[in-house]
């Protein structure tokens, strides 16, 4: 079977799905066309997956209706499951999105309206995984009924709370134990760090379960979203002080023979090449060319154990002090490289923000963010070419989110960076 996702908004429609109150999806027929992909059918099955890959569900399609726009009734606007499940919701959101794809969209244009049912809850065997963990863990958990849910985190493990105090993390990809090793270890050396949970166990037996797995204290505060938009400036520079601190106690100097610009290019010209289609001939060429920069601009490297997920959904508050969380993407890599996000957040700073702290996100409040970074990460005016890696990380960030989504807004995007690049030649 092959998997599927929502074109935005991917994750949380997936909760709507599981809880059964999804069961529809609407699609462009033009997008169809234009991919040159057959349309669905009754019958159809397919895996449901969430962003990080994780497998949601088996969907099973139960009625295909291609229509045009206008013809989308109530009855079936309410089988989409969101917001208030009107017409006028449904309406409006799906003409917001569909003119991303599609500038000429209107009422007159063919949608894909899927119908479909949730043949098998795929979420339900991993949960068993984590209850067994708990089960023998009665030193740690007691033997109290448990609150036990999955948390929606990480592409390579999966993540669990129970009774808001505790997190269990399962490395469930065999192939990846040495780097849950790692992060096991890069705890174990911090675990008097202030910024970081608490480790409560380690455990790679596997006699409890197949798994590797790790149990660590859950930090109940509110993520930096919440707060940040409440602020007078003078206190957004003081919280970015106290961030840089938090990141120079975790970028520890690591000698790595680690080919940075070969990294950077392959994975951004992998993704070009998967999206190339996207792109008229000229614009092709200029992302091309600003490619063949790469080699200028990231060869001053200062390697470090960075987060690599560094942006305020990832940075609890709670009792006056802050706490980073979710090193699933832990790498080393040169240090400007965790920074990358902050940086972003100047243009878009709503793309990492939950969806209830989404609407808060104003432009105009990050407009100092990164001179404040700069201000205190005093090492980071030492680095070569900074602006213009940022730049390439932003567009790297942008094509890897294209492969997934076909967005006006991120091809947009990739030509005005490409250009600024080329521009600073």
């Known amino acids: 079977m092959e ?121 339900k065997k991993r949960l068993d995984i984590a209850k067994t963990i708990v089960d023998n863990n009665i030193d740690l958990f007691g033997n109290n009924e448990h609150n036990i849910y999955e948390i929606n985190a990480g592409f390579n493990n999966d993540i669990f709370s129970v009774d808001e105090k505790f997190i269990i993390k399962i490395c469930t990809n065999d192939k990846l134990e040495d780097t849950f090793e790692e992060e096991y270890k890069y705890y174990s050396v911090n675990r008097d760090s202030k910024y970081l949970p608490k480790l409560y166990k380690y455990d790679n037996s596997k006699k409890v379960v197949n798994y590797v797995y790790e149990i660590i204290e859950k930090i109940n505060g509110k993520s930096l979203y919440y707060y940040w938009y409440k602020m007078t400036e003078s206190q957004r520079e003081e919280c970015i002080k106290e961030l840089v601190k938090m990141l120079k106690s975790i970028h520890k100097i690591i000698n790595s023979d680690i080919n940075w610009t070969h990294y950077i290019k392959s994975k951004v010209k992998e993704c070009f090449n998967k999206t190339r289609k996207y792109f008229d001939l000229n614009n092709q060429k200029i992302i091309l060319d600003s490619i063949n920069l790469y080699d200028k601009y990231l060869t001053d490297n200062r390697f470090s154990f960075i987060h690599n997920d560094f942006h305020f959904d990832n940075i609890l508050y709670y009792n006056g002090n802050y706490y980073l969380i979710d090193f699933n993407d832990s790498m080393i890599a040169p240090f400007d490289y965790d920074l990358r996000i902050l940086y972003m957040c100047k243009d878009t700073p709503h793309k990492w923000a939950n969806i209830e702290m989404d609407p808060y996100q104003k432009k105009d409040d990050y407009k100092n963010i990164f001179k404040y970074i700069k201000k205190y990460y005093t090492e980071l005016n030492n680095v070569k070419f900074l602006e213009e890696r940022m730049i390439i990380y932003r567009i790297l960030n942008d094509i890897e989110l294209l492969t997934k989504y076909n967005n006006q807004e991120l091809k947009d995007n990739i030509i005005k960076y490409s250009s600024e690049l080329l521009e600073k030649k």
């Open 3 to 123: 998997t599927w996702h929502f074109g935005s908004n991917n994750d949380n429609l997936i909760k709507l799905v599981l809880s059964g109150d999804k069961t529809a999806t609407t699609s462009l027929y033009k997008e169809y066309i234009d991919e040159k992909e057959p349309l669905p059918k009754t019958g159809d099955m397919g895996i449901l997956v969430f962003d990080n890959e994780k497998k949601a569900c088996i969907t099973k399609d139960t009625q295909i209706i291609v229509t045009e726009f206008k013809n989308i009734t109530s009855d079936l606007a309410c089988l989409e499951g969101e917001g208030d499940k009107s017409l006028e919701y449904y309406r409006k959101i799906h003409t917001d999105f569909f003119k991303k794809i599609d500038k000429n969209f209107n009422d007159n244009s063919l949608v894909v309206f899927e119908i479909f049912e949730v043949v098998e809850d795929l979420t």
